[in-house]
């Protein structure tokens, strides 16, 4: 089985992207192009990431990242890998979690869901205010740099309603190797109504509030192609403590 570093490397490459803020209200606003590159050096020892983001509005390559002339980044990030920190969560095709590790009181709070195909990746960052209040959630679409990848559609309830099958696997917070079973999920109408449908084949489940004192999970989503979904689902305990965090990968049965 591999270990949590080698699934990590499974993102190594250049994704040329966007970052999108999507408010509580559901509006979409504030793109942004982006170049995000991890890069392994040391016979895979080390990872060099970096991430490079333009504003707001800047004109955007029809294959994901700045167009030609949208002028220099507004920011950027280098940073070096070794070690991977418990606060994330690699499974076998790459997909990863990151979050908080424990709610806390006047402390701002989030999750990260990332999933990756081929020749994409599709993350969700939700956000949490100080008060543990839902704030916003972060849309990053992203394409390997020289593919022909492209976007998929908007996720919509016929998507995702009926019987979905496939494999689970969950890592926990006191022990990182992966436990494997069997899975299913009947999605009916009343679950659509909890969900938020996202571009890009996306879709989340979160609470408006969360707090130390009770118990509560993240979830986000992704259909990469017609009859497949992920799921990535993170727990937390009636301490606010983070308990675990799944990789569903399911078939329209």
């Not at 494999?167 to 006191?174: E, G, H």
Request: proline fraction near 5%.
């Amino acid at each position: 089985m591999a270990s949590q570093w080698q699934n990590f490397l499974r993102n190594l490459g250049e994704w040329r992207g966007s970052f999108s803020t999507i408010s509580a209200d559901g509006c979409l606003h504030d793109i942004s192009p982006s170049v995000l590159t991890l890069v392994s050096e040391d016979e895979d020892r080390l990872v060099r990431f970096g991430l490079k983001r333009w504003p707001a509005g800047s004109a955007m390559a029809p294959g994901g990242g700045p167009a030609e002339g949208a002028g220099e980044p507004s920011r950027a990030i280098e940073q070096e890998y070794r070690t991977l920190g418990r606060q994330v969560v690699f499974f076998a095709s790459g997909a990863f979690n990151k979050g908080s590790l424990q709610v806390a009181p006047n402390t701002a709070f989030g999750g990260e869901f990332g999933f990756i195909g081929e020749n994409r990746r599709h993350r969700l960052v939700q956000l949490y205010s100080e008060a543990g209040r839902f704030d916003q959630l972060v849309l990053i679409r992203e394409f390997r740099a020289g593919s022909d990848a492209v976007e998929c559609a908007p996720t919509s309830a016929d998507q995702l309603l009926g019987s979905w099958v496939g494999q689970s696997a969950t890592i926990s917070a006191d022990w990182p190797e992966p436990s494997i079973s069997d899975c299913r999920l009947e999605i009916g109408d009343a679950d659509i109504s909890g969900l938020k449908l996202l571009p890009d084949g996306g879709f989340c489940r979160l609470p408006e509030q969360v707090s130390h004192r009770e118990a509560f999970v993240l979830e986000g989503g992704w259909l990469p192609a017609p009859g497949r979904m992920e799921r990535l689902i993170r727990r937390y305990d009636a301490s606010g403590a983070w308990l675990s965090a799944s990789h569903e990968v399911l078939s329209r049965s």
